[in-house]
């Protein structure tokens, strides 16, 4: 029982590094989040049901490219920064204790 409770304490433990991070310390504005996105999706449904549908296709096509391009600039980011970096460890790294000013 012992080790049970030894492992769900480590894992609610927070991690000091992180609680800087944006909406990391503390739940509520996840739970807003989703539910103001439940409502909007919802309601929407419920306002648009009787109506015409937009007519989005250049939009969407707009919006389309743009995702392109900003995963392209991510892959090359990503390639970049991991796969051509000699430095880069591509293995599992210990993680310190101390404070990252990652």
């Given at each position: ?20 991070w944006l909406?990391?310390p ?55 920064s ?21």
């Amino acid at each position: 029982m012992e080790y049970w409770r030894h492992l769900y304490t480590k894992a609610t433990l927070p991690d000091p590094r992180t609680q800087e991070w944006l909406l990391i310390p503390n739940i509520a504005p996840n739970v807003v989040i989703v539910a103001t996105y439940l409502i909007v999706i919802i309601g929407g449904q419920k306002v648009m049901r009787n109506r015409e549908a937009f007519q989005l296709n250049q939009l969407m096509m707009v919006y389309n490219f743009c995702l392109v391009l900003l995963n392209a600039y991510i892959f090359y980011e990503f390639l970049m920064s991991a796969w051509f970096n000699l430095s880069f460890s591509k293995v599992c790294a210990p993680v310190g204790a101390g404070q990252c000013r990652c």
